[in-house]
Each structure stands twice: as C-alpha cells, then as structure tokens.
C-alpha cells in the first residue's frame, strides 16, 4: 500500500511542481529530506511573512485609531479655544483698555462673549457624537425615548462590573 502511494506522489511530483518539490526530470538526485528540508523552509517563510502581515494590519488599526482620537481631541481643543479664547482676553485686557472705569466695554458684548464660552459646553457633545459611533447610536436612543436598552445595556454594564471585582480575591470590600 506504502509502495502505491510513493508511486503516485511521484508521478504528480514529475508532473507539476507542487510546494517547492523539484520535478523528477529537473532534478534526479534529490532526496526526500532535500525536499522536505525545502519545504519546511517555504512554510516557515510564508508563516513569518503571514505573521508580518497580521502585525501590521494590527499596527495600521491602531494607528487609525489614535489618528482618530487625535483629531477627535484636536477639534475639541480648538473648539474650546474658539469659543472661551475671546472672553478671556477681553477680560485681560479689559483693566488696560478701560483703566479705572469698569464699563467702557458694553454690557451686551461681554454677556455675548460669556455666553460663546458657555455654547462651548454645548458644541462638545455634538463633536463628540460625530466622531464616536457609540456616542451616535446612544444618544439617537436618547432623542427617540428608548430609554429601555440604555437601562439594560447600563444594567448590563454594572453588572458585569462587580462581577469582575466579585471575583477578584485580593479585594475586600
């Protein structure tokens, strides 16, 4: 039976290359092991080359994750910097600008200026529902009245939570 099954390889190995082996005519004095040894050394290349791959698909994920958060964080800060930076310098230069008197500057344009920096506390949930998928479907959740799931998933969320710290022996509450 071994004898059948070494014929047959052989014919196909004569008749392709399959994986690295040599054919028949190409190459008579290559052993089993030569081959073997080829073949293990193909297998090794193509799982470290399948393994880089891996890695760098893993390194690419992360590197569009942080980008994202940083332009997440970068629109935020310049959001804040928009919205307070013209009440603060007002308020700086106001003892410069006006010296003893306290109202040189109208009313309306310091209630207008407080109230840009306030609107900033507004903005940042918006910015934040654009870039975040999960803030997204949360807060549609919120707006459509389907305050059911977000108690269950909440429920949920705490409930795995002391588990977890339920499970951990060095803790004693």
Not at 78 to 101: D, K, N
Not at 110 to 134: C, H, K, Q, V
Not at 158 to 166: P, V
């Amino acid at each position: 039976m071994y004898y059948r099954i070494y014929r047959a390889a052989k014919v196909s190995a004569a008749k392709h290359t399959i994986a690295g082996f040599p054919r028949a005519e190409e190459d008579e004095n290559v052993d089993c092991v030569t081959a073997a040894l080829k073949l293990q050394r193909e297998v090794e290349e193509c799982t470290s080359f399948s393994r880089l791959l891996k890695n760098d698909r893993k390194n690419i994920s992360i590197f569009k994750r942080e980008q994202k958060a940083a332009t997440t964080l970068g629109i935020v800060v310049g959001a804040f910097s928009v919205c307070w930076l013209p009440f603060f310098l007002l308020s700086t230069a106001r003892p410069f600008i006006c010296g003893v008197e306290c109202s040189c500057i109208p009313f309306w344009v310091e209630r207008t200026l407080l109230w840009l920096g306030y609107a900033n506390s507004l903005i940042n949930p918006l910015i934040y529902a654009f870039f975040n998928r999960d803030l997204r479907t949360t807060y549609r959740n919120l707006l459509r009245c389907k305050y059911r799931n977000i108690n269950r998933k909440l429920s949920a969320a705490s409930m795995q939570e002391a588990l977890k710290l339920a499970e951990r022996p060095d803790l004693v509450l």
